[in-house]
């Protein structure tokens, strides 16, 4: 695998020819849309289009509970986009171009603005302070380097004993959003977070108030990596559309911002890191979920991480995970097949420095032929992207959204959460890896990623396994399972058309890093009666560790703390309903997926409300602290 090409330098306006393209960035920044009366035309009969094949059988249909078309033609467009790219109808949409969301929303929405935060959202003062000196501080998916998201002492500056007294100090509505998914970076007294809407909040941790906010051209699920530049801080941080941004931490100001990858379906989900002077930002895709759309060629996306120039975006190298895609013929139904693809890289990559090595996590290929880099450990040279060593873990996982008719229905057994760079008392160097097989691996970085011990802790699958991330403190490693059931529902009219099981599923399971052993095991428990539909045990959100303290989170809506050393639970508060939120935004919890909670400085922080798998939607950040 050889290292890509510099591109040029990107300057911070965005040039396109392509006038879908530019409709869907004004939409995603709330926007009136400005172009020719040819390519707005030719916009409005695609939207026309795209109406009558994928949403009039429902809005057309005169059920009392969907809305109707004259009902969505009032709403702002940018709106209209928001629900198809990360809300409520984010299930029909999925199989949509970026191009035909836009159009579809223009079609339907007016040209006005979303609205804004009103000003009593905003702090008196709104003077981001970042001292210079160290301060305690969660930045970016984890506190370290190593990805271990594990927050010591002296960053928690909270107590096992403290945990049990943990009170909701405040609560933030994202308007307009059904899911909460950014993990927050919070640096002294400072809090940065992104939104299903896009946008990017500067806040006061301790009261929840805003400093500055910025639209991104698409949802921010990334962590936000905060970069000391010696004059200024830049924030880092990625979308799901593939653009990638630079932001002044002070002031919210766009630096600079790069599409690290042109492909129709790249998202950047995971975080970005960060050594010297490179950011290296993971890229993947949602292409194998939009390969069920019955005349979709499949499949041309291949995963890869861009090395970018923290100073100016400038492209150093790109690492991809797979060779170009070819044509290899046709399939049954008359679409082109190509390959091979995939192995797209969800998480935030992890920084050997010691080694000069950067290992990242990839999934599994979207069709054939299988390459040795999908569901792997990859390492790859810092400084140059050239591959060192890979290590797969799974082999012959070849899955797509029409499987079952291409013959591709691998078990769909990524590794999706970042590699842990630990040490263990013995002073033995691992990095332990969780996937959605349900194993966590253990490997040898100094004999190539070579296995040392692996460990089943769930049953794995489509849903299932360890998705977003484990926690370890060197003598133990912390994982949580999803092993999320679905079934089909026959409902016509509803979006999710499927029903999670509220019974099974979930599972904490900590094991000892020296050799794999089992410490203990909490299993999940099932949804109370009257919990909401969607109400799910599964646990796939990251796991978070403070000394003694393990902390959990559940598409239940829970948020749970556990004893380190037996798994005993300590606290737990259900965010499944409705808050009060500082910026008078009206906001409700829901299931818990994704980033897990961030703890430092006394208080916890957590998002809560994912709808994605047919979960519980919500809307909201959570601050608690002991205080």
């Given amino acids: 695998m050889k290292a890509g090409t510099a591109l040029p330098r990107r300057a911070a306006v965005i040039l396109s020819t392509a006038p879908a393209l530019a409709l869907a960035l004004a939409l995603a920044n709330g926007l009136p849309v400005a172009a020719s009366a040819a390519a707005a035309t030719a916009a409005s009969s695609s939207g026309a289009t795209v109406y009558q094949q994928h949403c009039a059988s429902c809005h057309d249909s005169g059920q009392e509970r969907i809305p109707p078309r004259s009902a969505l033609q009032q709403l702002p467009a940018a709106r209209i986009l928001r629900t198809l790219d990360a809300g409520e109808m984010i299930a029909i949409a999925l199989t949509l171009s970026a191009d035909e969301r836009a159009a579809v929303a223009n079609y339907l929405g007016t040209k006005a603005a ?36 594990f927050q010591p002492a002296a960053g928690a500056r909270l107590t096992r004993g403290q945990v049990r007294r943990l009170r909701l100090k405040w609560a933030f509505g994202f308007a307009g959003d059904s899911m909460a998914f950014a993990p927050p970076t919070v640096i002294g007294d400072e809090l940065f977070v992104g939104s299903a809407g896009g946008v990017v909040h500067a806040m006061r941790a301790s009261s929840g108030c805003l400093q500055w906010t910025f639209q991104a051209q698409g949802p921010v699920r990334s962590s936000i990596l905060l970069v000391d530049r010696g004059n200024g801080h830049e924030l880092l941080f990625g979308d799901l559309t593939g653009w990638f941004y630079a932001l002044r931490a002070e002031s919210g100001q766009l630096l600079w911002k790069v599409r690290v990858d042109a492909h129709d379906s790249a998202r950047l989900t995971g975080g970005p890191a960060v050594y010297g002077d490179a950011v290296f930002v993971p890229v993947a895709s949602w292409e194998e979920t939009r390969s069920s759309a019955s005349d979709y060629d499949c499949c041309t996306f291949r995963g890869s991480v861009v090395a970018l120039r923290v100073s100016d975006g400038r492209q150093l190298w790109r690492a991809w995970m797979t060779d170009v895609p070819v044509a290899r013929g046709r399939s049954a139904r008359g679409t082109v097949v190509y390959g091979p693809s995939g192995a797209g890289v969800w998480a935030r990559p992890t920084v050997d420095a010691s080694r000069g090595l950067l290992y990242v996590g990839t999934g599994d290929n979207y069709s054939a032929p299988m390459t040795t880099t999908s569901d792997a450990v990859v390492a790859l040279d810092l400084h140059t992207g050239r591959q060192v060593w890979s290590r797969q873990l799974s082999a012959g996982d070849i899955f797509n959204g029409l499987c079952r008719a291409s013959n591709n229905c691998g078990p769909d057994a990524d590794i999706g959460d970042s590699p842990i760079l630990i040490r263990t008392p013995a002073g033995r160097e691992l990095l332990l890896v969780g996937q959605k097989s349900g194993i966590v691996w253990a490997l040898d970085p100094a004999q190539r990623g070579s296995i040392l011990w692996h460990a089943r802790v769930g049953q794995g699958g489509l849903n299932g396994g360890v998705q977003w991330g484990m926690a370890s403190d060197g003598a133990r490693v912390f994982a949580t399972t999803s092993d999320l059931i679905r079934t089909s529902q026959t409902d016509p009219f509803n979006p999710s058309r499927a029903q999670v099981d509220r019974s099974n599923g979930g599972g904490l399971t900590a094991l000892r890093t020296s050799d794999g052993t089992l410490l203990w095991h909490v299993a999940a428990s099932p949804c109370a009666p009257q919990a909401p539909v969607g109400c799910s045990p599964s646990q796939p959100g990251a796991v978070t560790e403070i000394p003694g303290v393990v902390f959990t989170t559940s598409n239940d809506g829970h948020l749970r703390a556990h004893a380190a050393d037996t798994g005993e639970l300590l606290w737990q508060f259900d965010t499944m309903r409705p808050f009060r939120t500082v910026n ?32 519980v939607p919500g809307n909201v950040l959570l601050a608690f602290s002991a205080q």
């Fill in 114 to 149: 979303l609205l804004q935060a009103p000003a009593a959202a905003y702090c008196s003062d709104r003077t981001v302070h970042l001292p210079a000196g160290a301060v305690a501080a969660w930045n970016g998916w984890s506190p370290a380097a190593d990805n271990a998201r």
């Fill in 584 to 615: 008078a935004v009206p906001g409700r919890g829901g299931s818990m997926d994704g980033p897990g909670a961030v703890v430092v400085n006394g208080m916890v922080f957590v998002c809560s409300g994912y709808n994605r798998n047919s979960n």
